[in-house]
């Protein structure tokens, strides 16, 4: 697939009447760079089970068990760095290779022994990622951000998080896309629905509140969150232990 070139826009009404309402379940919100992680979780503090999580979380999208959503922001955030993000992969999984061959000749050289070293980045494990990360790009929809535009400033201008630290819009927007979409779903709730709306970042420098241990999200957002009955995660097996 490469860019993102076509694909499913839709207004927050109109996601939210057309296309939520007459088949209600899970929702899952990717934040603009969240779909991109997933061709180098690996390097961002991820692991086998990352890998469980994110292929599972693709399954119940394929299956139509969940509603994949993002903004329309995150169309230009992967076509912008995709090819990027691809080759610095690709060059990480090259320095790793030689890492560990060079470590395990020497552990070789020290023992007398005589491990083996297999390279890692000729074994299709780029092309799997982003396999994975195209599957599910493919199952979703890209909301469009114009209802939000002025409370994505307001939020800018009085420096509230995600914008306390850079003043990103764009953070800005997408927490505001998401923060609509809740609440236009919650003034049609039933008392018997009983669907989680999860936000998912790998953001940490806008979202996450890094003074505090456990680093969670900034308490304002939380608080922002809770009205809306949105649950906020920034690792893949909370996201997954939603649905």
């Known amino acids: 697939m490469s860019k993102i070139t076509s694909c499913t826009i839709s207004s927050i009404e109109n996601f939210v009447v057309d296309i939520y309402s007459p088949n209600k379940k899970h929702i899952i919100f990717w934040d603009t760079?969240?779909?991109l992680e997933i061709i180098r979780f690996l390097y961002r503090g991820g692991n086998v089970n990352s890998y469980k999580n994110l292929n599972s979380i693709n399954k119940l999208i394929q299956r139509d068990e969940i509603?994949?959503?993002?903004?329309?922001?995150?169309?230009?955030?992967?076509n912008d760095n995709e090819a990027i993000v691809i080759d610095r992969f690709k060059n990480d999984l090259k320095l790793t290779s030689k890492y560990h061959k060079d470590s395990i000749e020497t552990i070789n050289e020290i023992n007398t022994t005589a491990y083996d070293s297999e390279s890692i980045f000729d074994k299709n494990l780029t092309e799997d990622l982003i396999s994975l990360a195209e599957s599910i790009i493919l199952k979703t929809i890209?909301?469009?951000t114009?209802?939000?535009a002025n409370k994505a400033l307001d939020r800018v201008s009085y420096r509230?998080?995600?914008?306390?630290k850079k003043n990103e819009f764009k953070d800005c927007a997408v927490w505001e896309t998401m923060y609509l979409?809740?609440?236009?779903?919650?003034q049609t709730k039933l008392q018997t629905d009983n669907y989680n709306f999860v936000f998912y970042t790998v953001n940490t420098d806008d979202f996450i509140d890094k003074s505090r241990e456990p680093k969670?999200?900034?308490?304002?957002?939380?608080?922002?969150?809770?009205?809306?009955?949105?649950?906020?995660?920034?690792?893949?097996?909370?996201?997954?232990?939603?649905?």
């Open 33 to 35: 760079c969240s779909l």
């Open 67 to 78: 509603y994949s959503i993002a903004s329309t922001l995150t169309i230009k955030e992967w």
């Open 142 to 144: 890209f909301i469009e």
């Open 146 to 148: 114009n209802d939000i």
């Open 160 to 164: 509230r998080p995600p914008a306390n």
């Open 181 to 186: 979409v809740c609440d236009k779903i919650n």
């Open 216 to 243: 969670i999200f900034h308490g304002s957002l939380l608080s922002e969150a809770s009205v809306v009955n949105m649950i906020c995660c920034q690792k893949t097996e909370e996201v997954f232990a939603c649905f």
